[in-house]
């Protein structure tokens, strides 16, 4: 009995560093079970060569999404220097050896959303129109979405006693419902953010990209886009999309791999917890040893 | 366990005043959190959300108190009778310890009322690993209390009003111990696994040092080592039976045991390390590098002290093995989360004295309970 309880143990030992190994070996396959994008998933395509640096769009989401004015270190009126709890959404200013480009940060609105998959009590959603939801009857305030958002969106109340995640909704109970848009997009005035459907956006994007491209060298409207279009892939895609003759990475857009991380995540705790049946199979195994030890005699 | 007693004395000794005192100093800081905020009490910000508490009380917790497991694991499955004498006091460590853990949850997180979320089926996120852990921690716990019932009973029993009722349920929990204990085994695994699994969607935000897609496997390995290491180091520290020679084998054994488990974590660690292509940041000695090659030096300084039989025979080479041993595994926990962390450039976080202070109080308390319930209950074997 004992030759077969040692065998058992070491069963389960194989199959534990076998089923934990697995993501090495099924890399690849986990790459299949990446969420994909949808048709009618709706987003935002920024230009940063359009893009004039007026903040338009800064004053539309505050005013839209009724966010407090926010005073800098110098005491200086409403001029953020970052997203935080009461700025959803900022223009930011590059300078560098390529000249100076703007940049436009708000959540991504990401196709497989870290935060989504990381909340443990549903607070994130991703709606079927492939917004980023936030719940504030659901979350526990953990923080788990801004330690696990690559790109640092989520902003926590800290100084409030019982504070709440804010980030960008895309306007979804404001501006998208009253007039369609968000309210950035709506204020843009020079077209250098747009909205729509992520499918057309892209297409857009890469029109323009094609365009450009076919420009000779010393055209007076060559852009010299960097030849990306950031978020097609970037992080398994995300519904914001980006155009910029300055590297994306210069601008504060981390170089993500392609897929996302929650699929890698997601796809080795499905593999390890697939119906709970490895776990319900190696309890069982445990407390039949166990029961067969309580009566049997005790070896040292 | 029929030897176990209650080892007595006086209950309010200068230690546990002073550590009464802590908590109390720690008490404060709570009232001034829940009146202002968690910015108000730490230097927690939106690019270092998870700082001292989340790792100490949950992190670092849930590793320190594994000799629960692994003591249920040697004495239930491998059938090792002789180490029975460490299951109580390693179960009441641990459930002390996880409620503990849990409890640090209630002023760590910022809307803790919703916590009850985790229990409420609308609510649930099972493809989220923290909800996994919360879950299991919360089942551990009910396990933990479980095991530890019989100890409470035996002392009510000799009271005659209660001996009827006490002794049917100290039977019928003596009976389905077995599905107690699995569960008892079963759970740590896969909330230890979850714990490691967190760090996997933090992505590039980890430094590729720590990250792996191995990390819930090294989680799960390097707990069981320091499972055998918190028994060892607990039991150096609480009793004075090292006279016999039997009782040092017994915990001899057992950081020999931890001593293989150690050496597998590290090849593993470094399989990951050297498939991540990071050995060049290893040798770069910023911050991040000293912090991972101080986890190598103690724990190679750990299984120094436990190298062989002849070491082993030493009380205070397996304390300091222990000890080494132990501390290597608690950094590794810190240096995922917090030291190897980085969500954006020049970014640094160090606990603010309030924080630091509420930590330090809240595991004063928890030695008190641990210290008291010893002198009453029938915990530890006494010569």
């Given amino acids: ?300 | 366990m029929e030897h176990a007693k209650p080892l007595g004395g006086k209950i309010f000794t200068p230690p546990i005043l002073f550590l009464s005192a802590l908590f109390l100093i720690s008490a404060y800081f709570l009232v001034l959190r829940y009146m202002n905020g968690i910015g108000y009490v730490s230097n927690l910000t939106d690019n270092q959300s998870w700082g001292l508490w989340k790792v100490v009380g949950v992190l670092i917790g849930a590793a320190f108190v594994n000799g629960g497991y692994v003591t249920a694991f040697f004495v239930y499955i491998m059938n090792k009778g002789a180490y029975h004498r460490f299951v109580r006091q390693a179960v009441l460590f641990s459930l002390l310890g996880y409620s503990f853990a849990g409890l640090s949850l209630v002023y760590d997180t910022g809307r803790y009322i919703n916590l009850l979320n985790f229990f409420i089926p609308k609510y649930m996120q099972p493809n989220s690993a923290l909800f996994e852990v919360g879950v299991c921690i919360t089942a551990y716990i009910v396990v933990l209390a479980i095991e530890f019932l019989p100890t409470l009973l035996e002392k009510i029993m000799p009271d005659g009003k209660a001996q009827e009722l006490a002794a049917t349920l100290h039977g019928f929990l003596n009976k389905i111990l077995f599905l107690t204990v699995a569960f008892g085994v079963v759970l740590p695994t896969m909330h230890q696994s979850g714990l490691g699994q967190l760090a996997m969607l933090f992505g590039q935000k980890l430094s590729p040092l720590w990250q792996t897609p191995l990390i819930s496997l090294l989680y799960v390995v390097s707990s069981i080592f320091m499972g055998f290491c918190i028994v060892t180091a607990l039991e150096c520290v609480y009793t004075s039976n090292f006279k016999k020679k039997e009782y040092v084998n017994l915990l001899g054994t057992m950081m020999k045991v931890a001593g293989y488990v150690a050496i597998l974590y590290i090849i593993l660690r470094w399989i990951e390390v050297v498939r991540n292509g990071a050995v060049g940041q290893a040798f770069v000695f910023d911050m991040k590098a000293n912090f991972f090659w101080l986890e190598w030096i103690l724990i190679i300084v750990g299984l120094y002290y436990v190298r062989n039989e002849q070491a082993r025979t030493s009380p205070k080479n397996l304390f300091l093995g222990a000890s080494f041993m132990m501390s290597s595994g608690l950094l590794y926990r810190l240096n995922t989360y917090i030291i190897g962390y980085q969500s954006v450039q020049g970014q640094s976080y160090f606990p603010s004295f309030p924080e630091l202070m509420i930590s330090v109080g809240m595991f004063a308390l928890q030695l008190v309970l641990f210290i008291t319930i010893v002198k009453i209950f029938p915990v530890m074997e006494k010569e």
């Fill in chain 1, 1 to 300: 009995m004992n030759i077969k309880r040692r065998n058992f143990l070491k069963g389960i030992a194989g199959a534990g560093v076998g089923v934990a190994a697995s993501p090495l070996l099924t890399s690849k396959a986990l790459a299949s079970e990446v969420k994909k994008l949808e048709a009618n998933h709706i987003g935002m395509l920024y230009d940063a060569t359009k893009c004039i640096g007026c903040k338009s769009c800064e004053v539309a989401c505050k005013k839209a999404n009724n966010m407090p004015v926010e005073y800098d270190a110098e005491g200086i009126y409403d001029a953020p220097r970052d997203l935080s709890k009461e700025s959803l959404n900022i223009i930011k200013l590059y300078k560098g050896p390529e000249g100076i480009s703007f940049i436009k940060r708000q959540c991504m609105h990401c196709v497989d959303p870290s935060c989504v998959s990381g909340c443990p009590t549903s607070a994130l959603n991703k709606t079927a129109n492939g917004i980023v939801t936030y719940d504030k009857d659901a979350c526990c305030g953990c923080r788990y979405c801004q330690m696990n958002c690559p790109f640092n969106i989520p902003k926590f109340e800290f100084d409030d006693f019982y504070g709440e995640i804010k980030k960008c909704e895309l306007c979804r109970t404001t501006n998208l419902v009253e007039n369609g848009q968000p309210a950035c997009t709506e204020a843009c005035p020079t077209g250098a953010v747009i909205f729509g459907k992520v499918t057309s956006l892209l297409a857009e994007a890469k029109q323009r990209l094609e365009i450009d491209n076919k420009r000779s060298a010393n055209s007076a409207d060559k852009v010299n886009y960097i030849n990306q279009v950031y978020g097609e892939f970037e992080g398994g895609g995300t519904s914001v999309l980006y155009l910029s003759k300055v590297p994306f990475e210069k601008l504060g857009l981390p170089n993500l791999p392609d897929y996302s991380q929650a699929s890698l995540s997601e796809g080795i705790q499905h593999t390890l917890y697939q119906g709970l049946i490895a776990p319900a199979v190696i309890y069982a195994g445990l407390a039949a040893i166990a029961f067969k030890n309580r009566s049997g005699k005790k070896e040292d």
